[in-house]
């Protein structure tokens, strides 16, 4: 059930950070090709939370010097 929030947490946290920045500061014009559409923003949001759940390979190394 732990991976399951620590993958869809971060992917939903991103979707609202994404749309939030479409709603207060894109662009209305229709130049900005991420921020002037609210669904593009919000799957680009999404898409930037859910590489965050992604481990660093600086955790893995640290794991392998407390083994030795």
Do not use: D
């Not at 920045?21 to 593009?40: K, L, Q």
């Not at 923003?41 to 600086?58: A, D, E, H, N």
């Amino acid at each position: 059930m732990k991976v399951v929030y620590k993958r869809i947490l971060p992917v939903l946290a991103g979707a609202g950070l994404g749309f939030a920045y479409y709603y207060f500061i894109g662009c209305y014009n229709g130049t900005c090709v991420i921020s002037s559409n609210p669904y593009i923003s919000t799957v680009y949001g999404g898409l930037i939370g859910y590489l965050f759940t992604f481990p660093s390979k600086k955790k893995k190394e640290e794991k392998v010097n407390e083994n030795n």
